[in-house]
Each structure stands twice: as structure tokens, then as C-alpha cells.
């Protein structure tokens, strides 16, 4: 019986402290689909661009980064924290049919990169903007002459999905058909969206891009990275190192701006700040929850240990008649229930290690990352949960006069 | 004395003669109910809780004229007042004109800056909010553009739209970071707004709601049909985001509590049946006696029930007392009670308990008592 219960607590430990570790990871991966929260532009290009609408000239579109660096994201000291990223390049266009100019971005949609490294990387906008609703389908970066058009402007120029519309821009002109009208509630909705190598070629800027969005896993803010966002030069060396070396979206962004030319990174806060939030309230929240209930189980497994140890005092007193010392007849009676409880530990190790997974395929179609120091923290957990189940109890029974408890009183 | 009155007092007198016993019975229902009651008191809360907490993404519902014109006053009460009052986190009206710093052109932006903080919780201000009339939050780029550092004085010109030409002081209290547009813009109070450029109605009205994605369409539903002129529009990105966050959140929630529940139940039942198989002897002494099984039966369910009941009842007040604490500590906020909650909690440890007693008194009365008595 105290195997069994031992074996449950401890699964419940394992599931529970499993979980409550790799919950963050977890978590932060889920609010990806918030979008990118960091934004590459060029140096000196200002967010001019975004208020007045002003594309062409006046030190806005002449500057650039360029498609052929963009690999290079995946070869920072936090590469692997780089989930995906995107490029659009924008530019100012004529659509037949309307008077004002429209805003046309080629970007990719679901592009396959191959990276310095001899990698392959899957990218594009489709995996950014989850939260967009599609009518009609999504374009494929290999769609020449096909076009996305925003639900507002396709309203306003009476589009439907399957209709042509012809685009100039820059004197190129090129007809397009219409191949998905999307709705995503801001901005975007007056846009005209192209594959980005058309955009290039009808705007004559090939291998250029004007923008990229890049969603990144990172850490949440203190005040080490709010001091290196404003100016990384003021740290010292080894706070500089500490800063380097950790997942703020501050030090992401100052790797960015190391590896592609004359580029700005600048975390969207909406997205970066809010993150933050969220995670640590979610990691509180299971931290709490775990502590709270290995307390109950805790509770209950030495509350059966006393019931067990209180069920023997006719052994304890008979083998003091025998003439056994306390010292040998608690040693006897621990090592017992010791030995029981790591057998129950061990199973219950595995049994947890089940119901970790279980959740984790369940409500994050992934595995739970198995940590080591779950090992040790559980045995601790057992072998103290055990030890205050037996000592109380032993020293009560030992205290007692043998003739007694064999009389059975 | 009645069987009734004596069978009360069978039970009552088990239960008191062999205290250690039934303390150690009574602390695992305790601690069974109490996660219980803790646990699923959470989850109920955490839609609630996180709801509030996903409003650090800002506004998740503006609204915008339908007409090309700018909001009236009327019109954005009209549609405020559709929106249920506890649900409001913030509601922040915007007014925007172009203003000239040094001869360039700037954006302005006339807000109610108390209200902009609540529905824009992310931004990084360096410096102060403005407090007193006067004082203005400009955006990292119009800072970077005029050299300005918070503190500073400037001057703004311009005209207003009825063609008069204005020009003023102002000071710099902080200087706004966000990674968007919004670093382009100069924000000014509202009554500041208006003393520059005259009464005027709202471009977009951002509102940040503490409600889900369906309960928002309602809102803009209501808002469209009791509203002239107001054209309510969800912000996507949140709304849909959230709602994809949330579910897996508690999803997650939930099978932890199922996994910690379940292990829970059976390691009351555990102790349950370790406290009653204790007792064969006594069994095996009343079926001598000549008591028939159902009565042996009976009289172990009672106990069992009275230990379920107390250790419930116990357990829904250390539970709420537990739900409370992680409250506190997460949110910041206190939890609700669930009063559906509390009757379910004692059914439940009724359940468990009577359901762990009978197993191994069932099995006690099916053996010989010769057999039980002899303590094999």
C-alpha cells in the first residue's frame, strides 16, 4: 500500500515538475501567432514611410537590405531562438480601375531558405500572420502572375477572387489574377500582396527587400536589458557578456544589426512587452500550482506512512520484549519503508514521465523536453515525504511500555 | 434505545474512541477535497484572469467613422454605452492633426493620456506620463529627429483647421518606445488638442475589452445598430491570437488538474482502505457476535459518509483559502468563489470515501470470522 502511494505521488511530482519546467518554452512558442516581434529596416529609412504613405524619393525608398544577407539571421549566437522570419519589399502602384495609388508588398508566402550552414529553413508569411482569414487560397512564391488583395481594397475596387487586375508600378506594368482576398483587421486590408520576385522585377529593384519581421523566442525583460536597450556601450564588460548571452529581445536585435548591412532591429513592444507579461504569469501560475499540490500529495503519502508505522506496534513491541535496542528497531523499521518507497519512487518516476508527455501531446502537439534534475528533486521529495511519515510515529511507539502494546491496548 | 439511536451511536463512538485512526482518515479526505476545491476554482478563474492579463496587448476593439467624417461626441457615447462597464479595461479617443516643430512636419496626436495608458500598457515611456496641461509624450523618432531629450522645452506652430494660425510652448515629459508607428507621433491631452486646434470629433476611439472574440462581435453588432455614423471593428490580430493562446491555456490547466485530481482521489482512497482494513479484527468479532453483513456494511458506509462530509466541507474553505493564494500571488486579484463548487466537493469526497470503505469491508464480511479473528 505505501508503495503504491508513494508511486502515485511521486508520478504526480514527475508529471508536475516536468511540465511546470518546459512550460515556458511552450507557452512562448503558442504566442507566436501574435506575430513578429522584432522589425528590421534600413538605417535612416523612418517610419515616414508607414504615416504619410511617401515611397518613392525623399531618402525613404533608396535604402535597402539585401534578400542574399537574410540567411545570415539563422547564424547568430541565438540562431535557434529565430522561429521565422520574413521580408516585404513595399512600393507605391497603379491598379486599373482606381485613382489612387495602392500599396503593393511581394514578400515570401511560404519559402523554403537555404541557410549558410547547409540548412534548410522554412519560412514566409503564412506561418506569421496565423490570424489572417483567407478567402479563396493562399499564394505559393512560384505564382508569377497571381496577386492577394486586402478585404477593404478589394471592396473599394469591387474584386472578387479569380478576377484580373493589371498593376503598374515604376513603368512596369503586369497583369495579375486575384488568387485570395484576405481579412486581417488593421492596415493590411488596403494592400496589394505579390510574391516577392515579382515585386522586384516590376519595381526594378532586384534583390532588394525594404523590410523584415522576425519572430523570435526570447526572454523576458529586467533591468539589465532595458539599460543595453538604450545603450549597450554603458555595460560592463561582464554585464555586457551576461546581456550577450541571454534571449532578450534587446541583445536579438543588436546580433541582427551585427550580421546584415546597414540594418535597425527594433522590437515591436506590443508584441515583445506583452509576451513577457504573459509568460511569467503562466509560469507563476504552474510554479504555484505545482508547489500546492506536491504539498498535498506530500501530506497524504507521510499521513499513510504514520498509518502504516502505527499498524506495527505489536512488532515493535514485541521484538523490545525480545530485547531489541530503539536504535536498531527504528533503523529496521526506515530501512523498510525506505526501500519500499524508493521501488514506489522509481515507478512513479516513469508513470509521471507518461502523464508529462500526455499533456503535453494533448494541449501542445509536442513532446515535454525530459529533465534530468527532476530525477533528484523527486528522490529529495520522497526520501524527506517518507522521513516525516515515520519519525513522529516511531518515537511515539517506541516510547510505549512492550507489555502494553502486546497486551493489544 | 431504538436500532436507529444505537446505530448513531456506534458510529459516533468509532469515530471518537479511535482518534489517531480517523484524524489520519480525516486529513486525507481534508487534503483530497481541498485540491479539489483549489484546483477547479482556478481553472474556472483563469479564462478571467488571463483575459485581463492578454489586455497587455493593447486595444482589441476600435472604433471608426462609417462615414469618412470624424466621431461625434454623441455617437462615441452612444457607443461606448454599449459595451458592458465592467468589462471596460480603457477607452482612448484619438484626434489627429499635423503640426510644424522648427518649420517640419509632425504628427499630433490629442488622446486622454490616462486612458491611452491603460489601453497601451507596452509603451516604454523614458521620463514621465504628462501630468499638467502643457506637458507632452513625443515619439523616440520625432525625438531623434529634433533632439529633443525629455524635460525640454519646445515650440509647436501650425494652423487649425478653420485656417488661424497657432503657435504655443510645451514641454517634454517623456519620450514614448514601442517599435511602431506610434514613435512618429506627438501626444497631447486632449484639452490641450482642443485649444489648439478647436472642437472637433475623434478619428478612431480604441477600446481595450475584456471579453472573447465572440462576445466582441455582439458588442459590435449592438454598436453598429444603436450607434449612427460608428462603424466598430475588431483588431483580428489580438482577438483571434487570444482566443488560440487562451484555449491552450486552459487546456493546459485543465489536464493538469484532471492528472493531480485523479492521483489525488486515489491516494485518499489508498489511506482509506489502510484505515479500514486495520479494522478486521473488529469485523471478523461482530459477524461472530451474530451481526449480518449488511449492517456491517452499513454502519462502515456511515462512518465513511460522516468522514467524507466533514473532510469536504473542510476541504471547500482550505481550498478556497488555496485558489486565493494563487490569485493573490499571479493576478494580483482575488479569485470568485464557485458556489455550484462546494456541494460538488462534498459529493465528491462522499464519494471517494464511501466508495474506499466499501471495498475492503466487503471483503472482510466475505471471510470466515474464525479466520479474521485468528488475524490471518
Not at chain 1, 533591468?223 to 554585464?239: D, F, H, I, Y
Not at chain 1, 516511531?394 to 491496548?409: D, K, M, Q, Y
Request: glycine share 10%; hydrophobic share 50%.
Amino acid at each position: 500500500m505505501i508503495a503504491f502511494t508513494v508511486a502515485l505521488g511521486a508520478s504526480l511530482a514527475t508529471a508536475m515538475l516536468n511540465v511546470m519546467l518546459d512550460v515556458g518554452d511552450k507557452v512562448n512558442r503558442e504566442l507566436k501567432t501574435y506575430g513578429a516581434n522584432i522589425n528590421v529596416i534600413p538605417k535612416e529609412a523612418s517610419l515616414l514611410d508607414d504615416l504619410y504613405g511617401v515611397s518613392e524619393g525623399h531618402g525613404v525608398s533608396d535604402r535597402h537590405l539585401r534578400e542574399s544577407e537574410l540567411g545570415r539571421l539563422k547564424t547568430i549566437f541565438w540562431a535557434f531562438n529565430i522561429v521565422d522570419f520574413t521580408p516585404y519589399l513595399n512600393a507605391e502602384a497603379r491598379m486599373s480601375g482606381l485613382d489612387a495609388d495602392v500599396r503593393l508588398v511581394g514578400t515570401w508566402f511560404s519559402h523554403r531558405e537555404a541557410l549558410p550552414t547547409g540548412e534548410t529553413l522554412d519560412t514566409g508569411m503564412r506561418n506569421m500572420k496565423s490570424w489572417w482569414s483567407i478567402e479563396g487560397d493562399w499564394l505559393s512564391d512560384g505564382d508569377a502572375d497571381a496577386a492577394m488583395v486586402g478585404a477593404l481594397l478589394a471592396e473599394r475596387a469591387g474584386l472578387s477572387v479569380g478576377d484580373a487586375v493589371a498593376l503598374e508600378s515604376a513603368g512596369a506594368r503586369r497583369e495579375l489574377t486575384i488568387k485570395g482576398i484576405f481579412e486581417a483587421g488593421s492596415a493590411e486590408d488596403e494592400r496589394v500582396y505579390v510574391p516577392l520576385s515579382v515585386a522586384q522585377e516590376m519595381t526594378g529593384r532586384p534583390g532588394l527587400v525594404s523590410s523584415v519581421e522576425v519572430s523570435a523566442l526570447t526572454t523576458p525583460d529586467n533591468e539589465l536589458s532595458r539599460r543595453a536597450a538604450q545603450n549597450p556601450k554603458s555595460l560592463s564588460v561582464k554585464e555586457w557578456e551576461t546581456w550577450y548571452c541571454t534571449a532578450y529581445v534587446s541583445a536579438i536585435c543588436y546580433q541582427i544589426e551585427e550580421v546584415l548591412t546597414d540594418a535597425v532591429a527594433k522590437p515591436i513592444r506590443q508584441v515583445a512587452e506583452s509576451e513577457g507579461t504573459i509568460l511569467k504569469k503562466t509560469k507563476l501560475l504552474m510554479l504555484l500550482i505545482t508547489i500546492l499540490s506536491l504539498a498535498g500529495a506530500a501530506l497524504g503519502i507521510s499521513n499513510l506512512v504514520t498509518a502504516g508505522v502505527m499498524e506495527r506496534s505489536r512488532e515493535i513491541g514485541l521484538l523490545k520484549a525480545l530485547g531489541a535496542g530503539n536504535a536498531p528497531v527504528s533503523w529496521l523499521i526506515l530501512m523498510e519503508i525506505l526501500i519500499t518507497g524508493a521501488v514506489g519512487g522509481a515507478a512513479g518516476y516513469f508513470a509521471g514521465l507518461g502523464f508529462a508527455q500526455i499533456i503535453g501531446r494533448t494541449v501542445f502537439d509536442a513532446a515535454i523536453n525530459i529533465k534530468p534534475m527532476v530525477i533528484p528533486l523527486v528522490a529529495i521529495l520522497v526520501f524527506l515525504v517518507i522521513l516525516t511519515g515515520c519519525v513522529p510515529s516511531i518515537r511515539l511507539l517506541l516510547s510505549l511500555r512492550p507489555a502494553e502494546v502486546l497486551h493489544g491496548r | 434505545m431504538t436500532k436507529k439511536s444505537m446505530y448513531f451511536k456506534m458510529i459516533t463512538s468509532a469515530l471518537i474512541r479511535r482518534r489517531s485512526g480517523m484524524l489520519v482518515a480525516l486529513l486525507a479526505v481534508a487534503i483530497g477535497a481541498t485540491i479539489l476545491s483549489g484546483l477547479v476554482t482556478v481553472y474556472c478563474d483563469i479564462p478571467n484572469q488571463m483575459r485581463q492579463e492578454f489586455r497587455a496587448y493593447g486595444a482589441n476593439f476600435i472604433l471608426v467613422s462609417a462615414t469618412g467624417e470624424t466621431l461625434g461626441r454623441d455617437a462615441t457615447e452612444a457607443a461606448v454605452a454599449c459595451i458592458p462597464a465592467s468589462e471596460i479595461i480603457g477607452i482612448a479617443p484619438y484626434r489627429y492633426e499635423t503640426v510644424k516643430i522648427n518649420e517640419q512636419p509632425f504628427m499630433a496626436a490629442g488622446t486622454d493620456l490616462a486612458e491611452a495608458k491603460k489601453t497601451s500598457p507596452y509603451w516604454f515611456v523614458s521620463g514621465e506620463w504628462p501630468e499638467e496641461d502643457g506637458s507632452v509624450l513625443i515619439g523616440q523618432e520625432v525625438a531623434d529627429v529634433i533632439r529633443l531629450p525629455a524635460g525640454s522645452a519646445f515650440t509647436m506652430t501650425g494652423t487649425n483647421p478653420r485656417g488661424e494660425a497657432f503657435s504655443r510652448d510645451f514641454r517634454v515629459s517623456g519620450i514614448v518606445q514601442t517599435g511602431g508607428t506610434e514613435e512618429a507621433f506627438i501626444f497631447l491631452s486632449l484639452a490641450d488638442f482642443a485649444a489648439l486646434m478647436g472642437d472637433g470629433g475623434f478619428d478612431v476611439v480604441e477600446c481595450s475589452i475584456s471579453a472573447p472574440q465572440a462576445e466582441l462581435e455582439a458588442i459590435a453588432a449592438r454598436v453598429t445598430e444603436s450607434a449612427e455614423g460608428v462603424a466598430p471593428r475588431l483588431v483580428t490580430r489580438v482577438t483571434r491570437s487570444e482566443g488560440a493562446v487562451l484555449t491552450k491555456l486552459q487546456a493546459l490547466v485543465f489536464l493538469v488538474t484532471a492528472v493531480v485530481l485523479l492521483l489525488t482521489m486515489i491516494c485518499v482512497a489508498t489511506t482509506m482502505m489502510a484505515v479500514v482494513t486495520e479494522r478486521r479484527g473488529e469485523i471478523g468479532l461482530k459477524k461472530a457476535l451474530g451481526a449480518p453483513d449488511g449492517s456491517i456494511v452499513a454502519e462502515f458506509l456511515g462512518e465513511g459518509l460522516f468522514l467524507g462530509c466533514m473532510g469536504g466541507i473542510l476541504g471547500v474553505m482550505l481550498g478556497f483559502g488555496f485558489a486565493q493564494i494563487i490569485g493573490v500571488n499571479v493576478f494580483g486579484r482575488a479569485v470568485h468563489f464557485q458556489t455550484a463548487l462546494a456541494p460538488a466537493t462534498v459529493v465528491a469526497s462522499i464519494l471517494v470515501t464511501g466508495l474506499a470503505c466499501l471495498i475492503p469491508v466487503r471483503s472482510a464480511t466475505e471471510v470466515d470470522p474464525a479466520v479474521v479473528l485468528r488475524g490471518e
